[in-house]
């Protein structure tokens, strides 16, 4: 007769019942383990719109860049109001008038268009200095309650799917960036 490692349906069970405490003792485990990890999330984007030191950073670049842009502005509308009247009065101007006024709408609208990209590339160049010094400061707190309340894990922006209420810190890196004021 041979012999098998489960003689009886009894012995099925008691082997199954066995296999599965065991199976459950070490998901316990597992579980315990991870409950002893103190994970923290923080959302970047909140921080980012929300915190003073943003805040104040975005006003700033609004004061510093608002009359560059109303220029740019206004001589848009002057080329715009300059070209409706050429078509306007186009039908009435002599062949050279009407290719010298087109020559010289060209030449304003090349000079319009040059200057839009140097405002806009000085305007990029000093968003990423604030937001760098924005995310610097940031960075630091995340530091400061990582350490301070011993964290094992925080997490900061894209990485994160989903994260419970009970893991984001968000809130507590936007007060204290605020209680450090605008600076």
């Known amino acids: 007769m041979k012999s098998s490692l489960v003689d009886s ?23 315990a383990q991870a409950q002893e990890m103190k994970v923290g999330f923080v959302n970047s984007d909140r921080v980012l719109r929300e915190a003073i030191p943003a805040k104040a950073a975005q006003t700033r670049l609004e004061s510093e860049f608002s009359k560059r842009q109303k220029e740019g502005e206004d001589s848009a509308n ?6 409706d009247k050429l078509d306007k009065e186009s039908p009435t101007l002599s062949e050279a008038e009407r290719n010298r006024r087109q020559r010289d709408l060209v030449e304003q609208d090349r000079e319009l268009q040059r200057k839009r990209r140097e405002f806009q590339e000085d305007l ?13 400061r940031a960075n630091k707190v ?41 600076k």
């Open 78 to 83: 002057k080329l715009k109001a300059a070209a």
């Open 9 to 31: 349906p009894s012995m099925a069970a008691q082997l199954l019942k066995r296999v599965a405490a065991g199976a459950l003792l070490s998901l316990a485990a597992v579980g």
């Open 142 to 182: 995340v530091k400061q309650i990582y350490e301070s309340e011993k964290y094992d894990l925080i997490l900061q922006g894209d990485v994160v799917i989903f994260a419970s209420n009970r893991v984001d810190i968000t809130d507590k890196v936007i007060k204290a960036l605020n209680a450090q004021g605008a």
């Open 124 to 136: 990029n160049q000093r968003k990423n200095e604030e937001l760098a010094s924005v995310v610097e």
